[in-house]
């Protein structure tokens, strides 16, 4: 099931369903490097945005971000975050910043995330917004400020659709209390292996380490005509009434039913190998096909346990 061009949707314009979080002061770098999944430092290198999550001390998604320099100051960082999880943020940010010099508040009032599935953002952007992180297909991404009159249109309904398309989950609904791994941030650039401890960094070391992560995010697609979405935490099943995964998200348009599952690998490899009862349906609804996007790596099914 790779995405064809009839799953994925242009969009540019504001992002409604992310906020802005302004961090700065002196220690505001070192705060952070200590605080997300990825390298903050190689922003003072050249690098365009940081994707990463704060994780909770099991090392489970509290929130995902992605990390910017706002403007050419190496102490005050915009933190691209989901809008209905940003107060939490925030707090927990505070919580964990406690005898450092930084500054955590709420910066919506002045700047809004944005996205095109193009590069042609306009000369005032141009800095500002830059090819997404994640993957080359998910087009571009930015903070910018809020009267910034070429953003006005929202465009998250598009957004999502390409993104679910591609396979990859965004914000609290989606992604909490899953791993990192589990999520796909290994190939997702949203965590690094070789900077300094960050909170909830063992799980994530100790997983990487085995080599084996045996549950994963991936797409899928409903294949007979008329088929329903299927509510967020249904369950996907096979042909022997195994549970594979737990549905996180899902869209249903005149096209097509698409979502994503967090399923355990060793089914997706029998069901991509077409094994005797690997078929997938929706629990009580409409089969469905999963197969893993162009951008995962071959060895994940290779190491795929029971």
Not at 56 to 66: C, E, L, N, R, V
Not at 252 to 269: C, W
Not at 276 to 293: K, L, M, T, W
């Amino acid at each position: 099931m790779r995405p064809s061009g009839r799953l994925l949707r242009a969009f540019k314009g504001w992002l409604d369903t992310r906020a802005v979080v302004r961090v700065a002061g002196a220690d505001a770098a070192a705060f952070l490097q200590g605080a997300v999944t990825n390298d903050v430092r190689a922003l003072r290198e050249g690098g365009d945005a940081a994707y990463c999550a704060t994780l909770t001390p099991k090392g489970k998604i509290f929130a995902d971000a992605f990390v910017r320099l706002a403007g050419s100051e190496s102490d005050e960082f915009l933190l691209d975050v989901d809008r209905e999880k940003s107060s939490e943020f925030l707090r927990a940010l505070r919580m964990l910043s406690l005898r450092k010099r930084v500054t955590i508040e709420d910066a919506n009032e002045h700047r809004v995330v944005v996205a095109s599935a193009d590069a042609d953002v306009g000369d005032s952007s141009a800095r500002a917004v830059r090819r997404d992180e994640r993957l080359e297909q998910l087009g571009f991404r930015g903070i910018v400020p809020a009267s910034d009159a070429a953003w006005r249109d929202a465009v998250a309904d598009a957004h999502a659709r390409t993104r679910i398309a591609l396979g990859v989950a965004e914000g609290a609904s989606e992604l909490a209390n899953a791993l990192p791994l589990e999520c796909n941030f290994d190939a997702l650039n949203g965590v690094s292996f070789t900077k300094g401890c960050y909170v909830g960094q063992e799980n994530t070391a100790r997983q990487r380490f085995r080599g084996v992560v045996r549950k994963r995010i991936a797409p899928f697609v409903a294949i007979e005509p008329g088929a329903r979405a299927p509510s967020v935490g249904g369950k996907i099943v096979n042909e022997r009434g195994d549970v594979v995964g737990d549905v996180i998200a899902a869209i249903e348009d005149e096209d097509a039913v698409l979502g994503l599952v967090r399923a355990r690998m060793s089914f997706i490899r029998a069901h991509v190998a077409g094994e005797p009862g690997s078929a997938f349906r929706i629990a009580d609804g409409a089969r469905v096909g999963v197969e893993p996007p162009s951008w995962w790596p071959t060895e994940w099914l290779d190491a795929a346990e029971e």
